[in-house]
């Protein structure tokens, strides 16, 4: 019997279909099959704080491709609400549990793409099964919060962790006209800013009334009427909520791969190599639930958003198909917003570099995000971390106003061409009064450390 | 006698003021004499349109530091209305002319910087010398278009030449009630862009309400009431016009220099090298006046920019006071807006590469500046200009709305670090949803290419 060269793909969303198309734009013929548990395939996950908010209108604007395009215009069968609950890679077949009819069945593979994301981080504690606790994972978590808010009209809301989503979040609800809290058990919000810069957002993030308590711990939650979520308990307070949204980061959703004795990596990611191989010939990972290698520490690194999820889609997708592409790395390049407030950080933090006993020197300067002179020219402070010795960047931090955030693309570009703080002080970079001093704040802060 | 170590500096705006602050940093005790024909020093020129529209209110915002801050603070001699009307280099001697009382001095120097700036290209045509006819140079002519609209209330105004200045000034204009016509003998607005990208721009700004005339060439001026500027006569028609701005470009206004036997470069810019030296031992020219050298062509360049001038005058005053600064080179790198949409360039254009023989590829997407779905996402057009055989990025421009501009940060930094197409896809750019696609407009252009 001739090898199937069948490809199955676990995971509809940007890892699992960026590879699938890209498969089928080199493979006109080749049969590729999706599972996906949800009802949803490549939508936007990171659209959905602002869907809550009810910016975005219908949320079908949030999906990017259906499965009926899919199907209709790639030839690419993908199967929603469909969730694959086994891996045999020495009998090379998935099992498959149909969620709605309930029944199973198995689906032989040439070869395997495990795109299954990640899930959120949610700890064992009385009353977390409350209605109206949520966290956000797959597209129907997010219509499922917009719903709860349409029909509840909660006024009070706890956010319980201090990362994008929940700063994003944090927005969303006030938006929505809640009194917002927010609790961190951590020090500061945004772990992966140095305290000082994160000290900025908490700041801004008060004045515009969100209530934010660091070094409190989650308990429980209390239920009222109906099993809704009636108040959070740290250990320092009880705040009332009417909605909760757990926000404490996600890990690797690698249980299947675990068990089918693939090898796991960094923060129990799926290792993988620059081609997206798992460690099991034949089967490959992309997106959240696998690794990336860190280009500053050349170290594996567990990073959780959708640009790298969609390289690491194209890469796979390119050696299924017959290629050879290799993912390029990350730098842990970031960005959100809180209101007004613009929040962007890329490579090595302080924290991180010190941590890792890299001898490093730091700038942090304050500067204007236009001339002084021109309407809207607004505060941006900008930090530098350079190696001591070489002077090599090893990372940026900005949290400022209206047109900072963006200009961390800039110190990511020079991170990766191992730019130091002179060439970036040398850079030729754009001036007009509308957009900038006549030294970028990022060329002041470089500026500081020669 | 013990030759004087004296620094006389000719000009104070950008590139001499930031010279003689640097050697002031280093040299507590120099002597050192800045003269400065016009009334102010160290003035944000760029900002000039700003403050016409009305937008920036009192003049003195403009002006980073006045002639009594450098003399008190710096303790930097600055002579305000003393113009320097010859330089002998072999007695090391300049002759001043006092403006206010009408004397002439020589004033002896050990060394000489050279910043004189650049001036307005004026052709000589009948009328040029009417009243309501302008050219932007120094602070004072901003000021004179200030006040001429405040007193005249003009109607109707007629820009000539579509460069940078052109642009700003229509924005300006139209800012402040007038009908504005735009009138360029090129084929296209904007010179250092390519056809189909300034077309967008000209399709802009006729949309906004701007006549724009392009290959229409200047013969007169014609006059009104009180010497007045009343039309404009192309060889194509006459256009009604109670006030005029001429901005056909600049030119290094190096003539003092080239009277004096100091060796002109490229387009009559003073010739320096990268130390800012120019061809007669210690005199120096920095700013406007005097040549760059081109990152990309590595050929002398003329590039009169506030960023440059400030660069140049740093690296001079770096070298006078004894240190050891080269000028780091340029790229071109520019941007400008039209009311919403941005304008930005970098390197070469496909035009530029052409005329120096460079086979190149091009790629010109149009993407959005945030996720589709979020409120504000708005059209950018990016085009990249790549070396035929290595695939090495020349240049790149970008024309959109908000957010776009400053987006050429990320291609000149690439630009710099000499990256190809690929290598601009695999970056690690910052994404969210109201900064960005997944995939930032910049690298799917890349994507395009590769």
């Known amino acids: 019997m001739k090898k199937s060269d069948k490809l199955v793909v676990i995971g509809g969303d940007a890892a699992g279909m960026s590879a699938a198309s890209k498969v089928r734009r080199v493979q006109k013929d080749r049969e590729i099959v999706v599972f996906e548990r949800g009802r949803h395939t490549s939508y936007a996950a990171c659209g959905m704080p602002y869907y809550i908010a009810g910016q975005v209108g219908d949320v079908d604007r949030l999906i990017a491709r259906n499965p009926e395009t899919?199907?209709?215009?790639?030839?690419?069968?993908?199967?929603?609400?469909?969730?694959?609950?086994?891996?045999?890679?020495?009998?090379?077949?998935?099992?498959?549990?149909?969620?709605?009819?309930?029944?199973?069945?198995?689906?032989?593979?040439?070869?395997?793409?495990?795109a299954t994301g990640a899930v959120p981080v949610k700890p064992e504690l009385p009353g977390m099964d409350a209605k109206g606790v949520f966290s956000l994972s797959i597209l129907q978590t997010g219509i499922n919060v917009y719903k709860f808010i349409e029909n509840i009209k909660p006024q009070t809301a706890v956010i319980v962790g201090g990362g994008y989503i929940g700063i994003e979040m944090a927005e969303a609800l006030l938006e929505r006209g809640m009194k917002v809290s927010l609790v961190d058990m951590a020090p500061q919000v945004m772990a992966t800013m140095d305290p000082e810069m994160a000290g900025l957002i908490t700041d801004y993030m008060r004045n515009e009334g969100v209530e934010v308590y660091l070094e409190e711990k989650l308990e429980r939650l209390e239920k009222?009427?109906?099993?809704?979520?009636?108040?959070?308990?740290?250990?320092?307070?009880?705040?009332?909520?009417?909605?909760?949204?757990?926000?404490?980061?996600?890990?690797?959703?690698?249980?299947?791969?675990?068990?089918?004795?693939?090898?796991?990596?960094?923060?129990?990611?799926?290792?993988?190599?620059?081609?997206?191989?798992?460690?099991?010939?034949?089967?490959?990972?992309?997106?959240?639930?696998?690794?990336?290698?860190?280009?500053?520490t050349g170290e594996p690194a567990?990073?959780?958003?959708?640009?790298?999820?969609?390289?690491?889609?194209?890469?796979?997708?390119?050696?299924?198909?017959?290629?050879?592409?290799?993912?390029?790395?990350?730098?842990?390049?970031?960005?959100?917003?809180?209101?007004?407030?613009?929040?962007a950080r890329t490579g090595l933090s302080e924290k991180e570099a010190k941590s890792l006993s890299i001898e490093c020197k730091t700038a942090q300067i304050e500067a204007r995000t236009r001339s002084g002179y021109y309407p809207g020219s607004a505060t941006v402070t900008v930090k530098l971390v350079v190696e001591e010795a070489s002077g090599r960047l090893l990372g940026g931090q900005i949290v400022g106003m209206q047109g900072a955030g963006k200009r961390i693309d800039t110190i990511a570009t020079a991170l990766t061409a191992g730019m130091t703080a002179r060439n970036i002080m040398d850079l030729d970079l754009s001036y007009a009064p509308p957009f900038s001093p006549v030294w970028d704040p990022v060329q002041i802060a470089a500026r500081k450390l020669v």
């Open 70 to 114: 899919f199907r209709k215009n790639q030839n690419i069968d993908v199967k929603v609400h469909h969730e694959v609950i086994r891996i045999d890679t020495t009998d090379n077949i998935v099992m498959v549990h149909d969620l709605e009819n309930g029944k199973e069945f198995s689906e032989a593979y040439g070869e395997l793409l495990i």
């Open 224 to 296: 009222g009427v109906g099993g809704r979520v009636s108040g959070v308990v740290t250990d320092k307070q009880k705040l009332k909520a009417d909605l909760v949204i757990i926000g404490m980061g996600v890990r690797p959703n690698s249980d299947l791969a675990k068990e089918a004795g693939i090898e796991l990596g960094v923060r129990n990611a799926i290792r993988v190599n620059k081609k997206m191989q798992t460690s099991v010939p034949g089967v490959w990972a992309a997106g959240d639930c696998s690794e990336s290698h860190h280009l500053i």
């Open 302 to 343: 567990f990073i959780a958003l959708g640009t790298v999820a969609s390289k690491h889609g194209v890469t796979a997708g390119t050696n299924i198909s017959g290629g050879d592409a290799e993912f390029p790395g990350v730098l842990g390049t970031a960005i959100t917003k809180f209101r007004d407030l613009e929040i």
